[in-house]
């Protein structure tokens, strides 16, 4: 008899052993039932209720995640109407990760847009639209939303992106006149208004040396061949006090450039749109081949689509996003406060000059400064061991991935950052919102620092297509974090941009690398510029092997020859440059501390190692979208 219950016993236990995995599998599709199971056959609807399910086996402690939670997304459009939240209840482990899928083969999209829908083409005589464009322009009804109309900055066409209404409709870009700090007006040459004869939407953006400012335009006065503009607040303040960066008048390469966007007047050609608010009409004139009658044209309605939210006590572990597309986001601020960046996207919450220079940090500084951070298509905060493999940020209205404080040992792989407003991929902290932006950020927690994390084999590209003054990669406040193997092209300003603080003090940047990325064709739009771009003292960090060519040549730029492959900027300390191919030996050192090594930097590096930047041969395909 115990013989035959220990065979009972060990036949049992030889079961268990040969097992497999356990791993729950909930399944979700744009044509499912969220009163479904979740099962393949049966599959959710909503990604939120895929997540709830999961979050309730870990809260019950269910056999089925002991080897991991599987949300598998069939291929669609999943339109969201809130940000998919992420809390500590759905932290993952090592050994039983919560993973975030595209079906195999399949190519599910989280979209924040709305369908504009109705189009019909423009009856009779449209009030103020240009000669040129009437009879050629459609009209549809603003969306509803809530009951009201949406309001928005982008129109995508087939997933091809419009033009807001603008003049010019080309780079050659004309000049203010004159800036007058002290009645905070600006004239400008009266042939430049493209026949506007009020403003009430019209917005002006103005170049100045590395960034674009958006400014609503309050006053239009014609007064012969010249206008007189003032603006709206609060940005007319902040932009006519603030001292860095200034407009330029009568400078190296003539006063700074703008252009005008945002009125109907300014519709001139095709693919340019207006949105008229205070009649809720929409105004397009379509691209050769495109029939409204059938076309997807999309507004985005959501400023964050996935928000990864734990604290420094209860952080969101173990969470993973593979194969995703993450699309059609806004920002409505510039639309209600304008838009005065400092630099890298982050903008001005308030700036002045100090009448008696020097701050605790810094003796010389007369520059005060505080700064808001731009929102992202995906944020994640107080989170540790997150992934996003092989996805898509694509139509975004502000940045594309935030990782914001409080995350450590974090990957971004394999993914693409395309036709993105601000920065594509941001990380760190830009100085908090009640912190002067020039003081070092030395947090008492550091569990506040992002740390240890790794962005590696992703193309970025179009992004700071809206703010000329963002960048492909901007990491801020970062430690012992690496960027390798990048492709960043096309950016209007800095491809990777590494530390904030302007300041030679310790602060919590150290040991980051910026190793084998491909810059190239950046600048396009802005100079005091590079491929590579550091600020601040961050002992142990190292730059090296990146390939950097093809600058931008804009023709408004302040200074033409202020432009550099690499650059270390103010406070920049204890930092290595080493073995960077780039086609000559144009560098910057500005304000630096301590402790910066330069060695072996230009056109003399080995072509083995010009050749091995970017993307390692796995990731190549990310350049045919």
Known sequence: MLRTVILKVLFALSLLAAAPARAADIWVAPTGSDRNPGTQAQPLATPNAALRQARDLRRLHDASVADGVHIWLKGGEYRLTEPWFFWPEDAGTAASPTVVAAAPGEHPVLSGGVSVTGWHKAVGKVAGLPAIAQGQVWVAAAPLLAGRALNFRQLWVNDRKATRARTPNHDNLPRLLTWDTDKRETTVPAAALGGIKQPIQLEMVLHQMWAVNVLRVRNLAVQGDKARLTFQEPESRVQFEHPWPRPIINGKNGSSAFYLSNAIELLDQPGEWFYDAPHGQVYYWPRAGENLATAKVVAPALETLVQVQGTLDQPVSYVQFKGLTFSYTTWLRPSQQGHVPLQAGMYLLDGYSLAKPGTPDKAGLENQAWIGRPPAGAQVQGAHHTRFERCQ?????????????????????????????????????????????????????????????????????????????????????????????????????????????????????????????????????????????????????????????????????????????????????????????????????????????????????????????????????????
């Not at 993105?420 to 947090?443: I, M, R, W």
């Not at 240890?452 to 179009?462: A, Q, R, S």
């Not at 064709?521 to 771009?533: C, M």
Request: proline share 4%; with cysteine.
């Open 393 to 625: 940020f694509l139509h975004m209205g502000a940045t594309g991935l935030d990782y914001q404080s409080g995350t450590h040992d974090d990957a971004v792989v394999g993914c693409t950052f395309r036709d993105v407003a601000v920065n594509g991929l941001q990380l760190g902290k830009f100085s908090d919102e009640g912190v002067e932006t020039h003081l070092p950020y030395n947090p008492k927690d550091e569990r506040e620092i992002c740390t240890t994390e790794l962005i590696e084999n992703n193309l970025v590209t179009d992004c700071g297509n809206e703010d000329w003054g963002a960048v492909g990669i901007a990491a801020g406040f970062v430690r012992n974090t690496t960027i390798r193997h990048n492709e960043v092209v096309q950016v209007p300003y800095t491809g990777i941009s590494l530390g904030w603080g302007w300041t030679k003090t310790a602060n919590a940047m150290r040991d980051n690398r910026v190793q084998a990325n491909y810059i190239h064709h950046y600048a396009q739009h802005t100079y005091d510029v590079a491929g590579v771009y550091t600020l601040s003292a961050q002992p142990g960090t190292v730059i090296s092997e990146n390939r950097v060519d093809e600058i931008g040549r804009a023709p408004y730029v302040h200074d033409p020859d202020h432009w550099f492959y690499l650059y270390l900027d103010e406070g920049s300390s204890n930092i290595t440059v080493q073995d960077n191919w780039c086609p000559a030996e144009k560098f910057l050192a500005n304000a630096n501390g301590p402790g910066n090594v330069w060695k072996n930097n230009g056109p003399m590096v080995s072509e083995s190692i010009k050749q091995a930047a970017g993307l390692e041969a796995g990731y190549q395909d990310l350049r045919n979208p």
